[in-house]
T-cell receptor, first 113, second 114 residues
Framework: AQSVTQPDIHITVSEGASLELRCNYSYGATPYLFWYVQSPGQGLQLLLK??????LVQGIKGFEAEFKRSQSSFNLRKPSVHWSDAAEYFC???????????FGGGTRVLVKP | GAVVSQHPSRVICKSGTSVKIECRSL??????MFWYRQFPKQSLMLMATSNEGSKATYEQGVEKDKFLINHASLTLSTLTVTSAHPEDSSFYIC??????????FGEGSRLTVL
């Protein structure tokens, strides 16, 4: 069975500083990997996804993620965070495109002025 | 881009009543939709896979008689929480995939059972 681990429950970062959110997955084959962001009381917005090809994926809002098969990781990064980046971030894995997803526990990002 | 809409966004009901939540794909057809549940400050847990024209597939531990799912058309799936109790209070989110395989999520529906 597939699983996703986000080791950091909370991360506090200063505005303008860099951000990295960790995600480790467990899956037997090549996974479909996603990062979503959720603002309080809202649905999910897709930041980026990896299906195949270039292991460094660019997303919206200045985010990027790198797929490392050897480490079973798909960490999310942003060079300089903005106050509006404060939200909950979820990493997810799917078996095939358009199929059900397994989500990690989420990482809550707080941005200090 | 494709849009998935949920209605209602918030609902409050009394214990013992049933509540229906709708999930619509507004500009694409979705043969498959997924229903997730999210408890406060927790992750999303898949409840069931809704297939148009057939019975839903429920995840282990999800009571199918409690959470009735109907996917009567290619653009609409409904989740009915029957005889709701306070422990059913949660945030319910649906997702649907279009022909490209991309998944789109609804805005979520917050259910509060008094």
């Amino acid at each position: 069975a597939q699983s996703v681990t986000q080791p950091d429950i909370h991360i506090t970062v200063s505005e303008g500083a860099s951000l990295e959110l960790r995600c480790n997955y467990s899956y037997g084959a090549t996974p479909y990997l996603f990062w979503y962001v959720q603002s309080p009381g809202q649905g999910l917005q897709l930041l980026l996804k990896y299906f195949s090809g270039d292991t460094l994926v660019q997303g919206i809002k200045g985010f990027e993620a790198e797929f490392k098969r050897s480490q079973s990781s798909f960490n999310l990064r942003k060079p300089s965070v903005h106050w509006s980046d404060a939200a909950e971030y979820f990493c997810a894995v799917g078996e095939v495109a358009g199929n059900k997803l397994t989500f990690g526990g989420g990482t809550r990002v707080l941005v200090k002025p | 881009g494709a849009v998935v809409s949920q209605h209602p966004s918030r609902v409050i009901c009394k214990s013992g009543t049933s509540v229906k939540i709708e999930c619509r794909s507004l500009d694409f057809q979705a043969t498959t939709m997924f229903w997730y549940r999210q408890f406060p400050k927790q992750s999303l847990m898949l409840m069931a896979t809704s297939n148009e024209g057939s019975k839903a597939t429920y995840e282990q531990g999800v009571e199918k008689d409690k959470f009735l799912i109907n996917h009567a058309s290619l653009t609409l799936s409904t989740l009915t929480v029957t005889s709701a109790h306070p422990e059913d209070s949660s945030f319910y989110i649906c997702s649907a995939s279009e022909f490209t395989g991309e998944l789109f999520f609804g805005e979520g529906s917050r259910l509060t059972v008094l």
